[in-house]
């Protein structure tokens, strides 16, 4: 699973019209939209998404955005994921990387 800290740095709450939705990418996840908590202007809300660790050796990477009403808004995220082994019995060799930037 990765974890991304989304800080509401606007004048408006975030409410139930608030998604965090996958916008592009090949690393396996079963949900491509999740909910994202009520948060007031000036505070964070952890969002967590859980991936699937592929099972063939290759580069991965999984991009996404935070939506109100199917309307980007804010930073686009992403995560990187080399997986450098076949994974067998749960064992891989899994390096990660994110970051962000400005829709």
């Known amino acids: ?7 509401n740095n606007g004048d408006l709450g975030w409410d139930d019209g608030v998604t965090f939705k996958c916008v592009s990418g090949n690393l396996p996840t079963q949900h491509t939209c999740v909910p994202v908590e009520h ?4 505070h964070s809300v952890p969002i967590t998404v859980q ?4 099972l063939q050796p290759g580069i991965y990477k999984s991009t996404w955005a935070l939506m ?3 309307v980007p808004f804010g930073h686009i995220v992403w995560w990187e994921v080399e997986v450098t082994a076949p994974a067998t019995d ?14």
């Open 39 to 42: 948060t007031a202007p000036g």
């Open 1 to 7: 699973s990765k974890t991304w800290l989304m800080a």
């Open 51 to 54: 991936f699937d660790t592929p």
């Open 90 to 103: 749960h064992q891989s060799s899994v390096e990660a990387d994110d970051t962000r930037s400005d829709i």
């Open 68 to 70: 109100h009403d199917g």
